[in-house]
């Protein structure tokens, strides 16, 4: 059974993957007021005013939600990309699967910002966390879980070591890196 924080954050990833999705929150940020029918740019006017008003007052809970969640350390935001964790410890498929399921994927820093980020989570609950990252075909060449080459890395010294043997990557409560087998269990934190 989910507790009450992770079926929030379930709901809210939901809510703005569907905000995003139809383009009626684009630029969001800070908690606004209930914006009239100019405040849903990308809608065509040819929507019935009680459809405006009705997304209006959802994107408004939507900012309402976010903020709570944020000032209770829930979720973090970082660019346009927003963290949370479930706090959870679990193998790397597993973990990889509970982000999918909300419709996220495992959080994977591709810079120096989204690395601190995804660190303050890691502190906040002491625990190593696995990232969406993975060794690729070619034994000690690391990639992001979409296999696209990696732009950017925070390797702990004399890391990578695993010579093939450790296919997936954590990070340390420091911030930096290091492969580690797969069957491990780490914190999940999930990247919206």
Request: proline share 4%.
């Amino acid at each position: 059974m989910l507790s009450h924080s992770s079926s929030i954050l379930i709901a809210l990833a939901a809510l703005l993957m569907t905000c995003h999705a139809l383009s009626i929150c684009p630029g969001i940020s800070g908690i606004p007021g209930i914006p009239g029918r100019d405040g849903l740019k990308g809608l065509p006017d040819s929507l019935p005013t009680e459809r405006h008003t009705a997304l209006a007052s959802l994107k408004h809970r939507l900012l309402r939600l976010e903020a709570v969640l944020a000032l209770n350390g829930k979720i973090r935001k970082v660019g346009k990309k927003m963290l949370a964790s479930n706090g959870k410890n679990v193998d790397f498929a597993s973990a990889l699967q509970s982000c999918e399921e909300v419709g996220g994927t495992l959080a994977a820093p591709k810079n120096e910002e989204e690395n601190k980020a995804i660190m303050d989570i890691v502190k906040q609950y002491n625990q190593y966390a696995y990232l969406g990252i993975r060794e690729g075909e070619t034994s000690g060449q690391f990639q992001y879980i979409n296999g696209m080459p990696l732009n950017y890395s925070n390797w702990h010294q004399h890391e990578p070591d695993g010579q093939g043997k450790e296919k997936c990557v954590e990070m340390y409560t420091d911030g930096t890196w290091n492969d580690k087998k797969c069957n491990m269990y780490r914190l999940t934190i999930c990247e919206f």
